[in-house]
Antibody
Framework: EVQLVESGGGVVRPGESLRLSCAVS????????MRWVRQAPGKGLEWVSG????????GYADSVKGRFIISRDNAKNSLHLQMNSLRGEDTAFYYC??????????????WGQGTLVTVSS | EIVLTQSPATLSLSPGERATLSCRAS???????LAWYQQRPGQTPRLLIY???SRATGIPDRFSGSGSGADFTLTISRLEPEDFAVYYC?????????FGPGTKVDVK
């Protein structure tokens, strides 16, 4: 069974940093591209970042470019999102999601349950 | 960046009725790389359709996708109680993905 479990969310002040992690199991991690997608409470989905199977292709939404860094450790079956210079508008549930193939773009066929990040003074 | 617009924002229908949801892109989506997701209250999104018209594994055939270029449609032929949810379209025809704002299908 495919499982994706996010961790690392919490309450931080504007300007602070947070590192999210996603532990995966039930599939061969290095065969798939991965994404972070966020959803502010009561709002729609926003694609945040994507990474291909070997980490050499990465992309970011304009809203987080220069502040967030996506990475992966295929040996440890884990995905990460380093979030720096956090802002109030970054407050959201952050979902880890599996792409349908090795690429950094494409449909997302499995999702974690999400971790909540709250940025507030 | 390709911007997706979904309409209507809310669709109020009764069980058994047909639902037609629209997703329009600000430019042509290459290779019809357009997906649809369903998000029920309190749940994570579920992939319904990819490649504009291909159903994902385990998706009932009352869900169908159509369209090409910049204009796409999700049709639910007969609404079941569990189909009342929010539906999002996603384009993956560029280097990075974008989602539409969603259409909520609620009970009339």
């Amino acid at each position: 069974e495919v499982q994706l479990v996010e961790s690392g969310g919490g309450v931080v002040r504007p300007g602070e940093s947070l590192r999210l992690s996603c532990a995966v199991s039930g599939f061969t991690f290095e065969d798939y591209g991965m994404r972070w997608v966020r959803q502010a409470p009561g709002k729609g989905l926003e694609w945040v970042s994507g990474i291909n199977w070997n980490g050499l292709s990465r992309g970011y939404a304009d809203s987080v470019k220069g502040r967030f860094i996506i990475s992966r450790d295929n040996a440890k079956n884990s995905l990460h999102l380093q979030m720096n210079s956090l802002r109030g508008e970054d407050t959201a549930f952050y979902y880890c999601a599996r792409g349908w193939n090795y690429d950094s773009s494409g449909p997302l066929d499995s999702w974690g349950q999400g971790t909540l990040v709250t940025v507030s003074s | 960046e390709i911007v997706l617009t979904q309409s209507p924002a809310t669709l109020s229908l009764s069980p058994g009725e047909r639902a037609t949801l629209s997703c329009r892109a600000s430019q042509i989506i290459s290779s019809n790389y357009l997906a649809w997701y369903q998000q029920r209250p309190g749940q994570t999104p579920r992939l319904l359709i990819y490649g504009a018209s291909s159903r994902a594994t385990g998706i009932p055939d009352r869900f169908s996708g159509s369209g090409s270029g910049a204009d796409f449609t999700l049709t639910i032929s007969r609404l079941e109680p569990e189909d009342f949810a929010v539906y999002y379209c996603q384009q993956y025809g560029t280097s990075w993905d974008t989602f539409g704002p969603g259409t909520k299908v609620d009970v009339k």
